[in-house]
């Protein structure tokens, strides 16, 4: 197991803290390449790790509360 999969949020409950793109595409129920798209685009909070997209998974759930929130105002 590499460095970044022994990473886990909350305690070490299995919950990775840091996703690669095809985790997220299952998180958020995307295809895998529209969240390349969406990472790209700066549409998704993520950072490169030599040419793969890796993404924290707080900071995912940040974007998902205030996505929600705009969709709310309009």
């Known amino acids: ?3 970044l999969a022994a ?3 909350n305690g ?3 919950a990775r803290e840091i996703m690669a ?3 997220v595409a299952e998180y958020l129920d995307l295809h895998l390449l529209t969240v390349h798209k969406f ?6 909070p993520a950072f490169k790790v030599g040419r793969d997209w ?3 998974r707080s ?3 940040t974007w998902i509360k205030q996505e929600e929130m705009q969709r709310r105002r309009t």
């Open 21 to 23: 793109a095809k985790e």
């Open 39 to 44: 990472a790209r685009e700066g549409r998704l």
């Open 59 to 61: 900071s995912i759930d």
């Open 12 to 14: 070490g409950s299995g």
């Open 54 to 56: 890796r993404f924290r």
């Open 7 to 9: 990473i886990t949020a």
């Open 1 to 3: 197991m590499g460095k």
